[in-house]
């Protein structure tokens, strides 16, 4: 198995016309001991067994963690939006990993918020470098659309993994560590300096490894609890009362709601756990 290089990415980029494009947050993956590390770390965080090493990739690009996932004896199914680099995927992989299992890369063009389905059999673990302007919506769509998904290795913006990781109260806690927290425990495990990719970004990255758990015990659905993140965070700097008033159908209304879940009307949005946003929407209806 031969990991990519900085050269290689740039020949291959070369004999296929790919320019690295910002909108679809296209960083490739140059650095080998990079991939090595995930890979590593993926068979340690996710614990799963050998038979059970079916990852969902996004954004593979030209296949820098795809290889060292297949060389691991991953099945890989690679969402990859791209054409020309989808196209390309599994020549660069039968090249680079010829012993590789019969049928262990699927490679799917498309975009991976538009995919409700992938081949048999389902993935276990998202591993991905996730392009960085759909990283959040990504693992959100993932989790909601495959549960066979019993957890995750996602490399993204620093500042992201400190969002997704964030507990209420914090600083960083908001919209995207609520809505995560209804599927899944989070935890930073390292980080990755800008030189790992080509182009350079401006930005450090981080590895993020998640585990799925049940969601809150409400009867509230998921649809419901995720509209009232929206509007108690679109106005996180007012208090709860205030913020939740177009929610509730009035302030007043909103303060009876707040009371029967046992919240402090007075305090804001980041002060809520995802439990408590659940049994607030439970105590409206919902």
């Given at each position: 198995?031969?990991?990519?290089?900085?050269?290689?990415?740039?020949?291959?980029?070369?004999?296929?016309?790919?320019?690295p494009?910002?909108?679809?947050?296209?960083?490739?993956?140059?650095?080998?001991?990079?991939?090595?590390?995930?890979?590593?770390?993926?068979?340690?965080?996710?614990?799963?067994?050998?038979?059970?090493?079916?990852?969902?990739?996004?954004?593979?690009?030209?296949?820098?963690?795809?290889?060292?996932?297949?060389?691991?004896?991953?099945?890989?199914?690679?969402?990859?939006?791209?054409p020309?680099?989808?196209?390309?995927?599994?020549?660069?992989?039968?090249?680079?990993?010829?012993?590789a299992?019969?049928?262990?890369?699927?490679?799917?063009?498309?975009?991976?918020?538009?995919?409700?389905q992938?081949?048999?059999?389902?993935?276990?673990?998202?591993?991905?470098?996730?392009?960085?302007?759909?990283?959040?919506?990504?693992?959100?769509?993932?989790?909601?659309?495959?549960?066979?998904?019993?957890?995750?290795?996602?490399?993204?913006?620093?500042?992201?993994?400190?969002?997704?990781?964030?507990?209420?109260?914090?600083?960083?806690?908001?919209?995207?560590?609520?809505?995560?927290?209804?599927?899944?425990?989070?935890?930073?495990?390292?980080?990755?300096?800008?030189?790992a990719?080509?182009?350079?970004?401006?930005?450090?990255?981080?590895?993020?490894?998640?585990?799925?758990?049940?969601p809150?015990?409400?009867?509230?659905?998921?649809?419901?609890?995720?509209?009232?993140?929206?509007?108690?965070?679109?106005?996180?700097?007012?208090?709860?009362?205030?913020?939740?008033?177009?929610?509730?159908?009035?302030?007043?209304r909103?303060?009876?709601?707040?009371?029967?879940?046992?919240?402090?009307?007075?305090?804001?949005?980041?002060?809520?756990?995802?439990?408590?946003?659940?049994?607030?929407?439970?105590?409206?209806?919902?």
């Amino acid at each position: 198995m031969r990991l990519l290089s900085p050269g290689d990415i740039r020949d291959l980029a070369a004999q296929y016309g790919v320019h690295p494009s910002k909108s679809r947050g296209q960083n490739f993956v140059v650095d080998a001991g990079t991939v090595r590390r995930i890979v590593n770390l993926a068979e340690r965080v996710l614990d799963l067994a050998p038979g059970q090493r079916r990852a969902l990739e996004v954004g593979p690009g030209f296949g820098s963690l795809t290889l060292g996932l297949l060389a691991a004896g991953w099945h890989v199914a690679a969402v990859e939006i791209d054409p020309i680099l989808a196209g390309a995927l599994p020549a660069i992989a039968h090249a680079r990993v010829p012993d590789a299992q019969d049928g262990a890369l699927d490679v799917i063009v498309d975009d991976v918020l538009k995919v409700r389905q992938l081949p048999d059999p389902p993935p276990m673990a998202l591993i991905a470098n996730l392009p960085y302007n759909v990283s959040v919506p990504a693992i959100l769509h993932a989790l909601a659309t495959w549960p066979s998904l019993r957890g995750a290795l996602v490399m993204v913006q620093a500042e992201v993994a400190e969002r997704l990781v964030a507990g209420p109260g914090g600083r960083d806690y908001g919209v995207p560590s609520a809505k995560l927290a209804w599927y899944a425990a989070a935890r930073q495990v390292g980080r990755v300096g800008r030189a790992a990719f080509w182009p350079v970004p401006r930005v450090d990255s981080a590895l993020v490894a998640l585990t799925r758990r049940p969601p809150p015990p409400a009867t509230a659905q998921r649809q419901a609890v995720f509209h009232l993140i929206d509007a108690a965070f679109s106005q996180r700097r007012k208090m709860l009362r205030s913020a939740l008033a177009n929610w509730a159908g009035g302030s007043e209304r909103a303060g009876s709601i707040l009371a029967e879940a046992g919240i402090d009307p007075t305090w804001r949005a980041e002060r809520l756990s995802i439990s408590d946003f659940a049994r607030l929407a439970e105590c409206k209806g919902e």
